[in-house]
């Protein structure tokens, strides 16, 4: 993450606990063990990636149209 400065700041929302081993492949979103809005869809991956605003992306199921 880099900060720009032509935009306004704010302050980012922090997912509690520890990151997942990366070297382990896990089913489903691997935001899963952390995520405060999971569902019984989380556990079988992600939705496509899609543009929600200039440069930003998401790819959640909560998030999907």
Do not use: M
């Amino acid at each position: 993450c880099v900060p720009r400065l032509d935009e306004e700041r704010r302050n980012l929302t922090t997912i509690e606990g520890q990151p997942p081993d990366l070297s382990a492949e896990l089913p489903g979103c691997r935001f899963l063990p952390r995520c405060q809005e999971k569902f019984d869809g989380c556990v079988h991956g992600y939705p496509e990636e899609r543009e929600v605003g200039p440069r930003h992306y998401v790819s959640c199921w909560r998030e999907s149209p």
